[in-house]
């Protein structure tokens, strides 16, 4: 609103505390659609008080109402600010985030079909320090379904994996042509794409990491935690998506 000379001027209509699970950085802020209507989300977010790790609960913002927490789900992969695809099926009620490497507190082995907790353990004084927050190079997704009567969260994690240890501070760019779920957003209509795959947009910036030493892979002995070597990575990735028809 306009202040008495003209400029800008703040005003705290109401504010919301709550200790545990809002005191967060870096975590992937989005927009989010369901029946009841455009809000946010924040994934993610580190370091919380007592373990210094990252925060795993979900949080929706709608006009109106109170932040919600979603004390139901647990975050696993990708808590760091990370490149995001949204996307928004509304026969079925479901968002979609997509969220693409970053920093993660575990990491999805498809051999077993679970989550495998990174290794947390010694001190910065010791010869071997894992912290716990590993680079990641995983692609995961966070379905919501919001219908009445029916409220979910699952994170199913893609097969296959980005061509490095990147996406932390990186950006998704979506493809300006193609059609929204809500207008305004980047919040794509999958019902637009099915029976189709088509390049939806472009991840680019960020960090690229390599936690492990030669030859680079995860052969290889890792890296302490505070010492990963870092650069600017040098990758633009285009981004395609292949949604089966129902």
């Given at each position: ?6 400029g800008l ?6 504010k ?21 209507g455009?809000?946010?989300?924040g ?24 932040p919600a927490?979603d004390t ?13 695809l ?27 079909g ?16 894992p ?5 990641s ?5 966070i379905?919501?379904v ?7 969260t ?10 490095g ?19 305004g957003?980047d ?17 680019y910036g ?12 995860k ?17 633009i ?5 292949q949604?089966?028809?129902?």
């Amino acid at each position: 609103m306009s202040g008495p000379s003209g400029g800008l001027a703040v005003i705290l209509l109401e504010k919301f505390e709550d200790p545990t699970e809002f005191h967060r950085r870096d975590l992937s802020v989005t927009q989010f659609l369901s029946p009841k209507g455009l809000g946010l989300a924040g994934y993610g977010g580190v370091f919380t008080p007592e373990t210094q790790l990252n925060f795993s609960k979900p949080v929706y913002l709608f006009p109106h109402t109170p932040p919600a927490v979603d004390t139901s789900f647990d975050q696993k992969t990708n808590a760091y600010v990370c490149p995001t695809l949204l996307l928004y099926d509304k026969p079925a009620a479901s968002m979609y985030t997509t969220l693409f490497g970053g920093i993660s507190r575990f990491a999805w082995d498809s051999a077993t079909g679970k989550f495998v907790e990174n290794l947390k353990t010694g001190s910065k004084t010791e010869a071997t320090y894992p912290d716990g927050l590993q680079w990641s190079d995983q692609i995961s997704t966070i379905r919501k379904v919001m219908s009445p009567g029916n409220e979910e969260t699952t994170e199913p994690v893609q097969a296959e994996s980005l061509p490095g240890w990147i996406g932390a501070h990186a950006v998704f760019i979506p493809a300006p042509e193609l059609a929204r779920a809500h207008a305004g957003t980047d919040i794509l209509d999958v019902g637009s794409l099915r029976g189709t795959r088509v390049q939806v947009g472009y991840i680019y910036g960020g960090i690229r990491a390599f936690p492990y030493r030669f030859p680079y892979d995860k052969t290889a002995v890792p890296y302490n935690a505070g010492t990963i070597p870092t650069k600017p990575t040098n990758f633009i990735l285009k981004v395609y998506l292949q949604v089966p028809n129902p």
